[in-house]
């Protein structure tokens, strides 16, 4: 009698236990449904879309088109793409470009790998968080120029976009319920539109993540584990699926927008920067916000060298020995003074031993980041080609 | 006088319901004080994670002291404790333990006191930091248990071992029934201290004596509140040894509700073979929210999971083996859900983590034992086979000896 109880109590137990398959379930609140193809892996969280813009394909097209296109500037020789070239991920490869009137910039132009996930779109900028304000600064700013569209040429320039006959079929695909019209404001939303579409998750990385053992060596895979490490600090500033902690998706409730000074300089031993090149300190007047920059990220690093916000650093191995060091020291000139010691530099650049085989390993696994379908694809490429 | 079998029972009973199960708060309440050690040494074949990598069952959230086995050589167990019983009803323990490697800590000290100790009853206040005695399974370790390795539901919903300070009332009778209430300060795995955190349980045990079979059964409800929980699992000084850097940060807010229930038969069949049976199951309910530093996200979560342990002894020899399964259902609302499951690796799609044990005891001594296991994991989506030796031993150092 109690022995059959017993296997009652058990067997009892069993089916309750059985009955069921794990799972899980999400009520996203239509949060992933959007009407342009982000190609983004599944899971993946979407950029956000701004209600005024949201993506569409058309858009997308049209601002492809624009981003490749020199009569976009005062003078018609310089293009968005003139210092976003796809072959570098979308940088350009010098240390800071050169507008449209041969004006040397002061920063480093940036990858566009998934500026999407910005949470800020410049070096130093909080206030800047959406494309299309971003764009307004390379058509119009005076001080450098870039594009070098002003008050004179406007109407001009304008004009050669309604010109072309390509523009027209695309204006309209793209704003239909305008009829097509032709305008700043409109030019401006679809190459935000383009911009926001360059996504960039194929990299040997993401293949490994997916589950593709052999997509990462064993020399990256220990690079890896050496860059998620408390001994180097890498990731604290560069991690996340965007390998940026200035990231913003649509499922973020609270928005961080974080500068980091990493010990460039220290001028005269008070923390100073190069004038022209201030960082967040330009923005805020505060001192404590000299030398910040945003930690870009490091999705397809290996194409969009020179690093820094300035371009003066030219290789990773030179980056990784700046961080070992824990800042940089320039001895002599205008900008001396030991960046090590930088009274505003951030926590976590505090220094690291390394030797060269982790070093080898780290410059291999960031080499690992790099997104061969992004650099070649046709969809990010300069349509006029074709054309 | 004569003393009936059924009032030998009952006595025996009687006399071990403070030490209704090996382990931690087993203290014979006869004045004494004595002085045990115990170690475990294992060498095992593999871990069910990579080394260095953090284990996260799919679908769960983890903490506590959940911290896989370690590949090769491995101390699981050194402890060494302390106990008193005096003849005021006054009784207390001390435990000095080290897990895995980890630094040595006082894991248990706490004081008792026999408030009502009549014929038929006894009523007990204790109080400390101590395992709570809600589950049988809740007192164990490497040493005390059959398996080397800790039951994996009680990994996954109680961080292995729910230990807290607290506060214990415990009533028995001699007819095998025992009652307890324990409320927790709330600093072990699934609550957290302070405030919006604690926890609280309520439990009770049948033990009976029929014939040649020993049988026990539980139940017990326990309620834990947690604000701002992280998994600590691989914090320094924490981490049992075990050096983990790429831990996702996240928090969770909100209750956890554990039921279980337990059931445990000795057959003896003759004086030299014993049949055994030994099973609990756990529900988990979940009602939170999980946020990171960006994002936040409800989550409702029901889980269940447990083990089947039959087993057979020979004179010093026992071969056993342990099933455990266990299911888990999470359901987020809000924008961030997909992404924060992806990150506290919640996102579980039909696998039902399952591992099968296969052990071998040799009693070699009195205070030394050998152990061989061989496991079939599963607890992860990809299984793994894996085996262990190891040495249990388990020693009186010292016993004050009264005339």
Redesign the interface.
């Given at each position: 009698m109690?022995?059959k109880a017993?296997l009652i109590?058990?067997l009892a137990?069993?089916v309750?236990?059985?009955n069921?398959?794990?799972?899980?379930?999400?009520?996203?609140?239509g949060?992933?449904q959007s009407a342009f193809s982000w190609l983004v892996p599944s899971?993946m969280?979407l950029p956000v879309e701004p209600d005024d813009n949201p993506m569409t394909e058309a858009k997308f097209q049209l601002g492809r088109h624009l981003f490749y296109d020199e009569r976009l500037s005062g003078n018609a020789s310089q293009a968005c793409s003139s210092c976003h070239k796809q072959e570098h991920a979308f940088a350009d490869a010098l240390a800071t470009p050169i507008g449209s009137t041969d004006e040397v910039l002061t920063r480093n132009s940036q990858g566009l790998a998934n500026v999407a996930y910005n949470a800020t779109l410049t070096w130093a900028n909080p206030s800047i968080v959406t494309l299309e304000r971003q764009i307004l600064i390379p058509l119009f700013a005076e001080d450098p120029v870039e594009h070098g569209i002003n008050d004179e040429n406007r109407e001009i320039v304008l004009q050669r976009i309604v010109d072309e006959p390509v523009y027209q079929r695309l204006f309209l695909s793209a704003y239909p319920e305008q009829g097509g019209t032709v305008s700043y404001d409109n030019i401006i939303k679809a190459i935000a539109a383009f911009v926001r579409g360059l996504t960039s998750f194929d990299s040997p990385f993401d293949q490994y993540q997916r589950g593709d053992r052999t997509a990462m060596s064993d020399s990256a895979l220990r690079g890896r584990?050496l860059f998620?490490?408390?001994?180097m600090e890498c990731?604290h500033c560069h991690g996340g699926y965007n390998f940026s902690d200035s990231?913003?998706?649509?499922?973020?409730?609270?928005?961080?927008r974080p500068f980091h000074n990493t010990g460039l300089f220290n001028i005269a031993g008070i923390g100073a920067f190069p004038e022209e090149n201030q960082g967040l300190f330009s923005i805020t007047a505060n001192p404590t916000d000299m030398g910040k920059f945003r930690a870009v990220t490091l999705r397809n690093i290996e194409l969009t060298a020179p690093y820094m916000h300035d371009g003066s650093v030219a290789s990773l191995d030179e980056v990784i020995e700046f961080y070992a060091a824990g800042g940089r020291i320039i001895e002599t000139g205008p900008h001396a003074g030991d960046g090590r010691f930088n009274p505003f530099k951030d926590g976590f650049i505090t220094g690291f031993e390394i030797t060269d085989q982790e070093k080898a390993d780290l410059i291999v696994f960031l080499l690992s980041l790099t997104d061969g379908t992004f650099v070649t694809t046709e969809r990010f490429s300069d349509p006029w080609i074709s054309q | 006088m004569r003393i009936t079998h059924h009032r030998f029972v009952s006595t025996v009973l009687f006399l071990a319901l403070p030490s209704w199960a090996w382990g931690h708060n087993e203290i014979n309440l006869t004045p004494n004080t004595a002085v045990d050690a115990a170690m475990v040494v294992n060498y095992r074949s593999d871990s069910s994670v990579e080394k260095?990598r953090p284990w996260y069952v799919t679908?769960a959230m983890m903490g506590g002291e959940a911290v896989p086995a370690s590949e090769d050589f491995s101390v699981d167990d050194l402890f060494i404790t302390v106990t008193h019983v005096g003849e005021d009803n006054v009784y207390g323990l001390i435990k000095l333990a080290s897990h895995q490697g980890s630094d040595a800590a006082f894991e248990h000290a706490w004081l008792g006191y026999r408030l009502v100790s009549k014929e038929r009853s006894f009523l007990n206040i204790e109080a400390g930091r101590m395992a709570g005695l809600f589950s049988p399974a809740n007192l164990q370790h490497s040493d005390s248990r059959l398996m080397s390795e800790a039951n994996l539901a009680l990994d996954v919903f109680l961080g292995r071992q729910y230990i807290d300070n607290g506060l214990r009332l415990l009533w028995g009778n001699d007819r095998g029934l025992s009652l307890g209430v324990e409320t927790w300060q709330g600093e072990a795995f699934p609550a957290t201290s302070g405030d919006g955190g604690g926890a609280s349980d309520v439990f009770f045990k049948y033990q009976n004596i029929?014939r040649n079979?020993s049988?026990s059964?539980g139940g017990w409800y326990m309620q834990a509140k947690a604000a701002s929980r992280s998994d600590t699992r691989y914090e320094s000084g924490h981490s049992h040894g075990v050096v983990v850097?790429?831990i996702e940060a996240y928090w969770f807010d909100g209750d956890t509700s554990l039921y279980g229930?337990h059931?445990d038969?000795q057959?003896q069949v003759s004086s030299r073979l014993t049949f055994g049976?030994d099973?609990e199951?756990l529900w988990q309910k979940v009602d939170g929210s999980i946020?990171d530093?960006?994002?936040?996200a409800k989550l409702e979560s029901e889980a269940?999971?447990?083990w089947?342990e039959p087993s057979i002894s020979f004179q010093r020899h026992t071969v056993g083996l342990r099933y455990e399964?266990?299911?888990?259902?999470?359901?987020?609302?809000?924008?961030?859900?997909?992404?924060?499951?992806?990150l506290a690796h919640?996102?579980?799609?039909?696998?039902?983590?399952t591992r099968s044990t296969l052990v071998y005891r040799y009693q070699i001594q009195p205070t030394l034992a050998l152990r061989a296991e061989l496991l079939s994991d599963k607890s992860l989506p990809q299984r793994e086979e894996r085996w262990l030796v190891g040495l249990i031993w388990e020693k009186n150092l010292w016993r004050l000896k009264k005339e």
């Open positions: 109690l022995v017993l109590i058990v137990m069993t309750i236990a059985c069921t398959q794990s799972s899980t379930s999400y009520n996203d609140e949060v992933n899971g969280p584990d998620f490490s408390e001994q990731f990231t913003l998706d649509r499922t973020m409730a609270f928005v961080e | 260095g679908g029929s079979v049988w059964v850097d790429d229930v059931l038969v057959w049976l099973t199951w946020r530093e960006t994002r936040i269940n999971g447990g089947i399964q266990m299911v888990l259902n999470n359901e987020f609302s809000g924008v961030a859900g997909e992404a924060l499951a992806a919640l996102n579980n799609t039909g696998h039902n983590p």
